[in-house]
């Protein structure tokens, strides 16, 4: 069965820091594409980033990268130089095949501190 | 441009009563879901549609209904309302494919009572 496993329900970073949430997931298929969410104290839900499983680069996306090992199954959300705005539930998100639904950890929330 | 759309944004409901949350997108997405939200537990996936009436039970389908009569529309529908209901209610849309994510509306914040 599928899972997305997010250890760190919540996470404190100072400042101007920088702050890696983990991600690790389970599947058998060969092809299927990693996303990150963050959803702020206002509710949306706010896309971040993507990795698909065939990519070799880890991706990035401004102060965003995504720690991708395909070996571990782990796919870590590293913010670097955290902002008071970073502060957000943050979930990680699988989809596989072409018609797989999006699966969801519980999620990590960040406290960003002055 | 729009993107998804969902009303309405907060409702109580009493037990027993029943309520449609409206979902519409103007992306021209063929895919569209229902997911759920409560406090850590993540989003659940209720139903979802892959094109105009064709729809499909997810995770958590139970105490809901689904139509899709168009490719824009995608209500659910709540009978007999249970304070187990009482959650945060996402509906989003995407494109087919690994590579794409969801595009999420504002959410429903639902109370039942």
């Known amino acids: 069965a599928q899972k997305i496993t997010q250890t760190q329900p919540g996470m404190f970073v100072q400042e101007k820091e920088a702050v890696t949430l983990d991600c690790t997931y389970d599947?058998?298929?060969?092809?299927?594409?990693l996303f990150w969410y963050k959803q702020p104290s206002s509710g949306e839900m706010i896309f971040l980033i993507y990795?698909?499983?065939?990519?070799?680069q880890n991706a990035t996306e401004g102060r965003y990268s995504l720690n991708f090992q395909k070996a571990r199954k782990s796919a870590n959300l590293v913010i670097s130089a955290s902002q008071l705005g970073d502060s957000a539930m943050y979930f990680c998100a699988m989809r596989r095949g072409s018609q797989g639904n999006l699966i969801f950890g519980k999620g990590t929330k960040l406290s960003v501190k002055p | 441009n729009a993107g998804v759309t969902q009303t309405p944004k907060f409702r109580i409901l009493k037990i027993g009563q029943s309520m449609t949350l409206q979902c519409t997108q103007d992306?021209?997405?063929?895919?569209m879901y229902w997911y759920r939200q409560d406090p850590g537990m993540g989003l659940k996936l209720i139903y979802y549609?892959?094109?105009?009436?064709?729809?499909d039970k997810g995770e958590v389908p139970n105490g809901y209904n689904v139509s899709r009569s168009t490719t824009e529309d995608f209500p659910l529908r709540l009978e007999l309302a249970a304070p187990s209901q009482t959650s945060v209610y996402f509906c989003?849309?995407?494109?087919?494919?690994?590579?794409?994510?969801?595009?999420f509306g504002s959410g429903t914040r639902l109370t039942v009572v």
């Open positions: 992306m021209n997405h063929n895919y």
């Open positions: 549609s892959v094109g105009a009436g064709i729809t």
């Open positions: 989003a849309s995407s494109q087919p494919g690994v590579n794409y994510g969801y595009t």
């Open positions: 599947t058998s298929d060969q092809s299927y594409g």
């Open positions: 990795q698909g499983s065939y990519d070799e």
